[in-house]
């Protein structure tokens, strides 16, 4: 037995990896954080609400619970991975059109404050939509440099707010690094300064736990593809705490957010609660495998779920540490601040990748020279982490 079979043997929740849709060839994915692995389940639930709901109820299922599907999938995200309580997460949109619409609603109730801090190691997405808003509003951004193996920390940002802050952007899981950020004290600086936070929960959401109700966070969106098997291009999740809900207005006001959708009546008015932040008809069938994903993390415990990614980045670490003695760890050896990703460094990395995915092992290549490799708890074994560095030690020797 490899040391990966051994400590698949003992994993308590090996039993799941049996719930994904096999693929042919395949000898390690280890991209899990990228694009999640589709649920036997969910071909299932698709089909059906294919065949059953929309072939059989057709515009009736508007009416049924099709409307109602994006807070309902909302709350059941909140309560298992989010710490949210109801009423405060829907799904719509994508990642990148949730933070405009957040982003902008915050900024429209910060009058007089004129900064945006941001780092300069989140992912391009974040920078850009909050660049462009910058540019429109005429805001100055405050960019904060982090360590390539690490991420925002609380001295930082400290030094980094003031009186004219209105809105830190941050991600809880670097999406290089996985370094973990301090949700609760960050938040807390943030508004300390009398700021609003906006959390990027991408790499975050159905891996690493989150619990924006107790950090006091205003703000946070995040992706349905990655660690929630939403599959590409799933719609993105947004939260806005219960008490602001009334007092901000997102910018794209469409009739899905207005308070009579159905009256067809002139002039907007915001729904009240979460619902003013939909704009447009939702994605529901974008929406019906994430539910799938969720009921699993469910099922199987979110701290038994955050315990296996430990231990899987642990074990990548402890075979990379042996078998790619010359690659360089750009993530945190600390278990406790690393989320379910690792990354490492080597010069080599690129030109191997394509031979990699020719031979069924799939990692991810981060510019420039770093593998990343995303280890999705529930679909990923231990065994499969060591074919895949071995594969990689290999090619690279
Ligand atoms: C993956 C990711 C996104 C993706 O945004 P899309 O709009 O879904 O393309 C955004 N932000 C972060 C931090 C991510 O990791």
Known sequence: MTRGEALDHADPLSGY???????EGLVAYLDGNSLGRPLAASVDRVADFLVREWGGRLIRGWDDDWLE??????DELGRVALGAAAGQVFIGDSTSVLLYKLARAALAASPGRTEIVLSRQDFPTDRYVLEGIAHDLGLSI?????????GVTPAQLAGAVGPSTALVVLSHVAYRSAYIAEGAELTRIAHDAGAFILWDLSHSAGAVPVDLDAWGANLAVGCGYKYLNGGPGAPAFAYVRRDLQSELRQPIQGWLGS?????MGEGYEP????????????PIVGMLAMRDMIALLDEAGTDAVRAKSEQLT?????L???????ARLASPRDPERRGSHVTLDHPGFAEIVPR????????????PDGIRLGLSPLSTSFAEVQRGVEAIARLLG
């Open 17 to 23: 990896l049996d719930r994904f849709v096999p693929s």
């Open 69 to 74: 599907l994006p807070f309902v999938i909302g």
């Open 142 to 150: 405050v960019w904060l440099d982090a360590e390539a193996e690490g």
């Open 259 to 263: 308070r009579a959708p159905f009256e």
């Open 271 to 282: 729904a009240d609660g979460i619902r003013r932040f939909q704009t447009g008809t939702p």
């Open 314 to 318: 642990a074990f990548a670490i402890e």
């Open 320 to 326: 990379t540490d042996e078998l790619l003695p010359e």
């Open 356 to 367: 990699l995915w020719r031979e069924g092992v799939i990692p991810d290549s981060r510019r």
